[in-house]
Nanobody, 127 residues
Framework: QLQLVESGGGLVQPGGSLRLSCAVS????????IGWFRQAPGKEREGVSC????????YYADSVKGRFTISRDNAKNTVYLQMDSLKPEDTAIYYC????????????????????WGQGTQVTVSS
């Protein structure tokens, strides 16, 4: 059974940093793309960043480009989201998700095909 568990959220001041982790089990991370999403109060969920299984190509939404970095450690079955220069508008629940490995050729920013989700971790950026 595929399982994803996020951790690393918390309260941080503007300009600070957090590193989120997405630990996966029930499948081998090597063959799966992982996406990070977030949902702020009163807003729709949005895709933030993703990393493909093959060659580890990455994508970032314009709102986080240059501030967030996604990486994966297949040996640890974990994907990370390093978040720097955090802003109050980054406040949200952050989720990691994955999709069927049969979609491997599809660009990872096709957000609508992610079907396995973690429970989320809260990130609050406030002074």
């Amino acid at each position: 059974q595929l399982q994803l568990v996020e951790s690393g959220g918390g309260l941080v001041q503007p300009g600070g940093s957090l590193r989120l982790s997405c630990a996966v089990s029930g499948f081998t991370l090597d063959y799966y793309a992982i996406g990070w999403f977030r949902q702020a109060p009163g807003k729709e969920r949005e895709g933030v960043s993703c990393i493909k299984s093959s060659a580890g190509s990455t994508y970032y939404a314009d709102s986080v480009k240059g501030r967030f970095t996604i990486s994966r450690d297949n040996a640890k079955n974990t994907v990370y989201l390093q978040m720097d220069s955090l802003k109050p508008e980054d406040t949200a629940i952050y989720y990691c998700a994955t999709r069927s490995p049969q979609l491997g050729a599809l660009a990872c920013w096709n957000w609508g095909v992610y079907s396995y989700w973690g429970q989320g971790t809260q990130v609050t950026v406030s002074s």
